[in-house]
């Protein structure tokens, strides 16, 4: 198993959350203040420079108008990351490409960055969650349609080498395609895409792509990765490997059990501070008529009760969370594990809000000293 | 009775009332409600037809049509279809901009256009927003904004039949499908609103916080010529559900007497 340092780089320093009513989308950025922002931003590269001296792979994301994640462009810092790395797996998840309105301008981007890092790029596609509808001014109807026709237009850019082609597509319309560079590794840096749903998870399945499950606790993540293995049963594909299939939870490995439960008390920030009203959590067409349907009359799904109001312990019984000293941590991830049939890379967000600098190095020591060996002999 | 129509293809759920003169009701972003009583009224009149716009209330979307100029194309194969003469065009908030957007193509089966709140144009500078963002505010400011009278147009979620929530759900995403940008106007149709001939009027509800007859309804009025606009009273920007009996009194009176 291969393990990714994770860190949103949150904005933590926000007057109290009854001043506002959303953290996303229309908190005004006064609140931001720029030079506490570049200590942050050169903290959190410290943060990731660290999980690559440390042996972990690393990962960055990218949220737009929001406190939670002041990263609105991961090329930029992937950039950056790739110059100052060496070794390490540089794991963009991920370009939200439905949202995007020139699918090879990401082609071209990330390539830059796998040149930059001499092929150590892996590249996410993803959906983006419901907040990014107003924040990018992007109709939140049919965008699996245009999510899969950049998909196809960024992988066609990436792998043409005879100059221009032509792209008039549905969504974009390219006439010239012919990018400068071309990715560093052939034909193209490997991908991942992101899937909540048995349909999304089948159409990556299908693709052969690596699949990532975003706190989807023990039943969601199952039937997410069972739909991704029948699919290519029903299409005689061969059975994928085990690193195809990622999960992120946070994770906090402490001494004791006690310093693994404070610290993943901090990671619980990113759910905490999450005051979004409804208007943005359900932009129309964004999710399914009948998941509309069943949220308009009160029915919530288990899983969305954790995001509520959220108790470590529910958290922990549900695989959101997995903390303690190394050994519970670990049981935790091979709960998981043999829960979902395997997987092969655990995304790990181990830094959030309160989480100072040297308790988010002490979880990462923890968890690559005492932990992560025993995780990868999986392999 | 509600019964369905193929227009080139497309499948519409559509309520069909009523003889004589053809009454073409085009629903805003709220949906049509079969029962709404000013569809009765109306058909007291002509022959009235009142189509789901795909996607909305149970016509299923069609793939060749994804905007409101599509739309506006659809009816207008729609009065062929019917072999209509003398249609009286009725659009009320997304449904007015598509009437207008059909005037502005071709009017030779209108004898009247009727437009009640119509969006669909752009008015301020780039930087004033006319209409405001349904997608952004909190649903009950929305009501606030959209009715004269918010407290009864709330709905209680609860008492409702799956049905209804699902075609609420879809009459929303409908919505964006046509409306999200530009945002409920095309750049371009306030200056071809020259172009429509027809005798028309604007019905606005005196209490419409959305989009103000002052000023939208005023912008809309200067931009065709020899348009009226009146107001009716007690109502919000959607008049036909808080006032149907005025409104369609003013229907008649201006296209039906």
Excluded at chain 1, 288 to 293: E, F, G, K, L
Excluded at chain 1, 350 to 360: C, P, R
Excluded at chain 2, 185 to 213: E, Q, S
Aim: one cysteine or more; aromatic letters at 10%; charged letters at 25%.
């Amino acid at each position: 198993m291969r393990a990714w340092f994770f860190s949103e780089n949150a904005y933590h320093l926000l007057p109290d959350a009854r001043e506002y009513d959303s953290i996303r989308v229309k908190l005004p950025n006064r609140y931001y203040d720029p030079k506490i922002g570049a200590d942050l931003y050169h903290r959190f590269i410290d943060e990731w420079l660290l999980a690559e001296e440390l042996g972990l792979e690393i990962m960055v994301n990218e949220h737009h108008q929001t406190a939670t994640n002041v990263n609105p462009s991961a090329a930029v810092v992937m950039g950056a990351l790739g110059r100052v790395t060496r070794s390490a797996r540089l794991l963009i998840l991920g370009n939200p490409i439905a949202n995007r309105r020139e699918p090879v301008r990401v082609a071209e981007e990330m390539a830059m960055v796998d040149v930059y890092s001499r092929g150590r790029l892996e590249c996410g596609f993803v959906r983006g969650v419901p907040y990014e509808m107003s924040a990018g001014n992007h109709r939140p109807t049919h965008m699996m349609e245009r999510f899969w026709e950049a998909h196809d237009l960024i992988v066609k850019a990436w792998t043409s080498h005879d100059g221009p082609f032509n792209w008039e597509g549905k969504y974009f319309h390219h006439r010239q395609v012919n990018i400068w560079p071309r990715p560093y590794q052939e034909p193209h840096p490997p991908i991942w895409i992101t899937a909540l749903s048995p349909s999304s998870a089948r159409e990556v399945g299908a693709r052969g792509y690596t699949v990532a499950c975003f706190l989807t606790g023990f039943e969601g993540t199952k039937t997410v990765f069972d739909s991704y293995r029948e699919r290519r049963a029903e299409l005689g594909l061969p059975a994928a490997p085990r690193e195809r299939f990622a999960y992120a939870a946070l994770v906090y490995t402490g001494d004791t059990d006690a310093e693994g439960y404070a610290g993943a008390r901090k990671l619980m920030w990113y759910l905490e501070s999450n005051k979004v009203p409804p208007q943005f959590t359900s932009p129309p067409g964004y999710h399914p008529i009948a998941s509309t349907v069943n949220a308009m009359k009160g029915a919530t799904p288990g899983i969305y009760k954790m995001f509520q109001n959220p108790t470590l312990e529910g958290l922990m019984e549900h695989g959101l969370v997995f903390a303690g000293n190394p050994d519970s941590v670990y049981r935790q991830i091979m709960r998981m594990y043999e829960h979902v049939g395997g997987f092969g890379q655990l995304l790990m967000m181990s830094q959030a809000g309160f989480l100072d600098h040297e308790e988010t190095v002490k979880g990462m020591q923890m968890f690559s000293r005492e932990v992560y060996p025993r995780l990868k002999e999986l392999r | 009775m509600s019964g369905w129509l193929t227009v080139q293809d497309v499948q519409l759920e559509c309520v069909e009332r009523g003889h004589g003169r053809p009454i073409l009701w085009l629903h805003g972003e709220e949906g049509l409600d079969h029962e709404a009583p000013v569809l009765d009224r109306l058909a007291a009149h002509g022959h009235l037809l009142a189509p789901s716009h795909p996607g909305f209330g149970h016509s299923p979307e069609a793939a060749s049509i994804d905007a409101v100029d599509d739309l506006a194309y659809l009816y207008l194969d729609l009065l062929a279809q019917q072999d209509a003469r003398d249609a009286v065009v009725i659009g009320c908030s997304l449904g007015g901009w598509i009437a207008a957007e059909m005037a502005v193509k071709c009017t030779e089966r209108v004898a009247r256009l009727i437009l009640i709140a119509p969006l669909g144009i752009k008015v301020g500078d780039r930087e004033t927003r006319d209409i405001p963002d349904i997608f952004a505010l909190h649903p009950d400011e929305v009501l606030r904004l959209q009715y004269h009278d918010p407290a009864r147009a709330r709905l209680d979620h609860a008492a409702l039949s799956d049905d209804r929530l699902t075609v609420i759900a879809r009459n929303r995403e409908a919505t964006a499908l046509y409306a999200w940008e530009p945002y409920f106007h095309d750049p371009k149709l306030r200056r071809r609103l020259h172009r429509i001939t027809v005798p028309t009027l604007l019905l606005w509800g005196a209490d419409d916080r959305f989009v103000t007859a002052d000023c939208y309804g005023a912008a809309y009025r200067d931009a065709i010529p020899g348009a009226g606009l009146e107001t009716i009273p007690g109502a919000g920007h959607f008049p036909h559900l808080e006032q149907p009996e005025a409104l369609a009194e003013r229907v008649r009176a201006f296209a039906l007497a």
